[in-house]
């Protein structure tokens, strides 16, 4: 299984990002999906997070400006990032709880998309 990133890049403060992920391989089904960053120096936080039935959770630094969403039929989670402020800044990770079979479950990370927002 994996997950693949895109849409990450430079932008101005205020501006607007989407990243999106694709789980692919051996997939029997997705469970959570979400998305994680790590600033230089600190440690990797959670940015928002989906379950299966499509529950949302958000880090309060984001809420209201980040929107997250998934397509379960095509094993895609998607972030929309708005209003984009300079501690945005970080890169951004894709996650998931992925089923190969019924009866097992793997975490697993994307290998992560840099998202600059600097004027």
């Known amino acids: 299984v994996q997950l693949v990133e895109s849409g990450g890049g430079e932008v101005q403060p205020g501006g607007s990002l989407r990243l999106s992920c694709v789980a692919s391989?051996?997939?029997?089904?997705?469970?959570?999906m979400g998305w994680y960053r790590q600033a230089p120096g600190k440690e990797r936080e959670l940015v928002a997070l989906?379950?299966?039935?499509?529950?949302?959770k958000y880090a309060d630094s984001v809420k209201g400006r980040f929107t997250i969403a998934r397509d379960n039929a095509k094993n895609t989670v998607t972030l929309q990032m708005n209003k984009l402020e300079s501690e945005d800044t970080a890169v951004y990770y894709c996650n998931s709880d992925v089923r190969p079979s019924r009866n097992y479950a793997f975490n697993y990370w994307g290998q992560g998309t840099q998202v600059t927002v600097s004027s």
């Open positions: 989906m379950s299966k039935v499509g529950t949302p």
């Open positions: 391989g051996y997939i029997f089904s997705v469970e959570d």
